[in-house]
């Protein structure tokens, strides 16, 4: 199996792939870790949540820093005619209060670093409480055999990548203040782990071990418990027995709309993709019916999307929080005549700033992408995955066609940067997504979550999936979202291509542009009046999609970081 496994891998590592039709079995994982251990059970005979639940636990030793125990997430999947939606994202303490957030004199503590590191943003875990309900609902095959990859991997270990060393070197003044961390992370000398150096965690082993043997309830009753409760509180993490007993993982029904002549379904509030993927997407359907087809990379391009995408923005930054505290359910707006008003109000928008400079418009269905790599990199550095990519995201489609998509995260890099000692997993620091000020749908309060903008995808065309997908990147997921989607039905390009294109974000009154796009543009726009920062905006999606039902799958993983989007042959897999 390995020696199929490290061929797959030569031929699709961060690329793009064509597969035939029906279900072949297709992951996009962070790592090679988490492929493994899902490709592993998948050759056992487990299904497409035994290869998650196997992978999700990988990644927690993999990519410590973007999820794990100590985090939570939103799972979607779609089995046997049916949408399963989990919401086991982070919830707030019974000592959380409106106020957690300000200083003496009532205004918001500073972000980075004081609001996201030490005790006072950790909220109640949900990772495992989430995996648990998933594999008890869908799974195949023992909880137990599904965390042995990881088990393994934790003790054995593996050695540190570029990636990895790079965000050590940026969180380790931050991290390194928590004794137990700098002991998981240090390499014994004062300093954090070097590319290269091995990375063991027995102590994760043994925790995982324990979840293992006792099920998902073992880290929220009894013993574990217990432990991990007193040896957080010895950094004043205000979390108790209670708030553990009182934690459930939410079953609300995703966001369901239309777009492109497909189904599609997206995580629920308190995740904000609900509102900011499916408005944007529907607006920009309903743009490019009535005008051209710009050039991919255009200053037109970049304006409809930009405006697009600030709107709603604006509209989840009002709104979206946690319900019932949200004052906007996205799936009444979509299709509503609210809805229709603000695409009046985008296109005037968009002409405001179209008017500003003098652009030829000109329609390119398919436009041509450089491709400077094998691994399906275009006109962008592979050597990062750029600042701002929080969170992790994976998609997997097995050959019984059973879809699931699951973003996880414990936000901030290394989360809160505590480390729980004697079993070796992250705080998260997720109370740190709430709004700072009071009197807001998303500030903070007892037992709520707080907004995300994870935003795992599910695509249907009638009853057949054409598309799993979603992103990891904090803030900037469902702008990679939008945009890997509009690239991919409305300028037509292959998967690979989609997601290989340079990107565009507005951020708080910033338009931040790929240094890859054409040296004109950032004039362009800066005439149409923004204010156009160089910077990569660092996301990383990973994506199993076919045009339509009659179209092969093609598969991908961002080519911008270490990830893996590879198949499986049904013929291959273990009896």
Same mark, same amino acid.
Do not use: C
């Given at each position: 199996m390995m020696k199929l496994l490290r061929a797959l891998v030569a031929l699709t590592l961060v690329s793009g792939v064509s597969l035939p039709n029906a279900y072949p079995f297709a992951i996009s994982m962070p790592t090679q870790g988490s492929a493994e251990a899902a490709i592993e059970i998948l050759n056992k005979g487990g299904n497409a949540t035994d290869a998650m639940v196997a992978g999700a636990f990988a990644l927690n030793v993999t990519q410590p820093y973007n999820m794990g125990l100590g985090g939570g997430g939103?799972?979607?999947?779609?089995?046997?005619?049916?949408?399963?939606?989990?919401?086991?994202?982070?919830?707030?303490?019974?000592?959380?209060?409106?106020?957690?957030?300000?200083?003496?004199?009532?205004?918001?503590?500073?972000?980075?670093?004081?609001?996201?590191?030490?005790?006072?943003?950790?909220?109640?875990?949900?990772?495992?409480?989430?995996?648990?309900?998933?594999?008890?609902?869908?799974?195949?095959?023992?909880?137990?055999?599904?965390?042995?990859?990881?088990?393994?991997?934790?003790?054995?270990?593996?050695?540190?990548?570029?990636? %990895?060393?790079?965000?050590?070197?940026?969180?380790?003044?931050?991290?390194?203040?928590?004794?137990?961390?700098?002991?998981?992370?240090?390499?014994?000398?004062?300093?954090?782990?070097?590319?290269?150096?091995?990375?063991?965690?027995?102590?994760?082993?043994?925790?995982?071990?324990?979840?293992?043997?006792?099920?998902?309830?073992? %880290?929220?009753?009894?013993e574990l418990a217990t432990s991990w409760l007193a040896e957080a509180a010895r950094f004043g993490v205000k979390i108790d027995q209670a708030d553990l007993d009182h934690?459930?993982?939410?079953?609300?029904?995703?966001?369901?709309?239309?777009?492109?002549?497909?189904?599609?379904?997206?995580?629920?509030?308190?995740?904000?993709?609900?509102?900011?993927?499916?408005?944007?997407?529907?607006?920009?359907?309903?743009?490019?019916?009535?005008?051209?087809?710009?050039?991919?990379?255009?200053?037109?391009?970049?304006?409809?999307?930009?405006?697009?995408?600030?709107? %709603?923005?604006?509209?989840?930054?009002?709104?979206?929080?946690?319900?019932?505290?949200?004052?906007?359910?996205?799936?009444?707006?979509?299709?509503?005549?609210?809805?229709?008003?603000?695409?009046?109000?985008?296109?005037?928008?968009?002409?405001?700033?179209?008017?500003?400079?003098?652009?030829?418009?000109?329609?390119?269905?398919?436009?041509t992408v450089r491709v400077l790599a094998a691994n399906g990199a275009a006109l962008h550095d592979t050597s990062s995955e750029g600042a701002h990519s929080h969170t992790a995201h994976m998609s997997i489609l097995d050959d019984a066609g059973m879809s699931v998509a699951y973003t996880s995260t414990i936000e901030q890099w290394f989360g809160s940067g505590i480390a729980v000692a004697k079993h070796g997993f992250l705080l998260n620091n997720e109370l740190s997504d709430f709004t700072a000020e009071a009197g807001k749908p998303n500030s903070p309060a007892a037992g709520k979550r707080p907004r995300s903008n994870m935003s795992p995808m599910l695509l249907f065309e009638g009853t057949k999936p054409v598309g799993v997908l979603g992103c990891a990147g904090g803030g900037r997921i469902p702008t990679v979202l939008v945009e890997l989607l509009e690239n991919y039905y409305i300028h037509k390009m292959t998967l690979r291509e989609a997601m290989a294109f340079p990107r565009f974000h507005p951020n708080e009154g910033k338009l931040e542009l790929d240094p890859s796009y054409p040296t004109s543009l950032p004039a362009k726009l800066h005439d149409a009046g923004y204010d156009v920062a160089s910077e990569k905006v660092g996301a990383t999606p990973h994506a199993l999609m076919r045009r339509t039902a009659a179209d092969a799958w093609e598969v991908a993983a961002e080519p911008r970081a270490d990830g893996m989007a590879l198949t499986v042959d049904r013929a291959k897999r273990g009896k």
């Open positions: 939103f799972y979607l999947a779609h089995a046997g005619g049916k949408t399963y939606f989990w919401n086991s994202r982070e919830m707030a303490p019974a000592s959380a209060s409106e106020k957690m957030f300000l200083d003496k004199d009532g205004k918001p503590i500073n972000y980075y670093p004081e609001r996201v590191t030490g005790p006072n943003p950790v909220g109640v875990p949900g990772t495992v409480a989430g995996l648990w309900a998933a594999h008890r609902k869908l799974g195949k095959l023992p909880w137990k055999m599904l965390l042995a990859p990881a088990i393994r991997l934790a003790h054995d270990g593996f050695p540190i990548t570029s990636h %990895f060393a790079d965000i050590l070197e940026e969180e380790w003044p931050r991290i390194s203040k928590f004794p137990t961390t700098a002991a998981i992370f240090g390499d014994g000398e004062g300093g954090h782990l070097r590319v290269g150096r091995m990375l063991r965690q027995p102590l994760l082993a043994k925790t995982l071990e324990t979840i293992a043997n006792g099920g998902g309830e073992a %880290f929220y009753h009894g934690y459930r993982v939410a079953t609300p029904l995703p966001i369901e709309f239309k777009m492109f002549g497909l189904r599609a379904l997206i995580s629920a509030p308190p995740s904000a993709g609900g509102i900011m993927v499916a408005g944007s997407l529907r607006f920009l359907e309903h743009y490019y019916r009535l005008h051209d087809v710009p050039a991919a990379d255009s200053a037109t391009r970049v304006i409809v999307t930009t405006e697009t995408l600030r709107y %709603f923005q604006n509209l989840r930054n009002d709104t979206i929080a946690d319900p019932p505290a949200g004052t906007l359910d996205p799936q009444t707006y979509l299709g509503s005549t609210e809805e229709k008003k603000a695409w009046v109000v985008i296109e005037k928008n968009i002409t405001d700033h179209r008017d500003r400079i003098e652009t030829r418009v000109t329609t390119q269905p398919r436009p």
